[in-house]
């Protein structure tokens, strides 16, 4: 069973930045696609970043700019660097990965972005 963990975490003030880490139980290139996603309270849970196998990477538009997915092969972690951040990207990020037949998921980590 895959296991994804993320952390990093916070509170951090208006822009400030995080870096959000998920660590895999597996050699992250044996997925198809890793990223994150997000959801705000009462929101649906939306794209922010992913990186294929082959490193390309995609991201919300309402991140480009300012969010960076990026990845440790030796270390099998997926990191999001998130600067100029803003109330609205407060929400929990999701870690997931995609193998072609299911989507793994990590529980989820808290980031609130407060004055």
């Known amino acids: 069973q895959v296991q994804l963990v993320e952390s990093g975490g916070g509170l951090v003030q208006p822009g400030g930045s ?3 880490s998920c660590a895999a139980s597996e050699t992250i290139f044996s997925f198809i696609l890793m ?5 705000a309270p009462g929101k649906e849970r939306d794209l922010v970043a992913t990186i294929t196998r082959t490193g390309n990477t995609n991201y919300g538009d309402s991140v480009k700019g300012r969010f960076t997915i ?5 270390k099998n972690t997926v990191f999001l ?4 951040l803003s ?10 990965a995609n193998i072609p037949t299911r ?3 990590g ?3 808290q980031v ?4």
Request: charge should be neutral; charged fraction near 15%.
């Open 18 to 20: 995080l870096r959000l």
């Open 35 to 39: 990223g994150w996603y997000r959801q």
């Open 70 to 74: 990026s990845r440790d092969g030796t």
């Open 81 to 84: 660097h998130m600067n100029s």
């Open 87 to 96: 109330a609205e990207d407060t929400a929990v990020y999701y870690c997931h």
């Open 103 to 105: 989507t793994y998921w």
């Open 107 to 109: 529980q989820g980590t």
């Open 112 to 115: 609130t972005v407060s004055s």
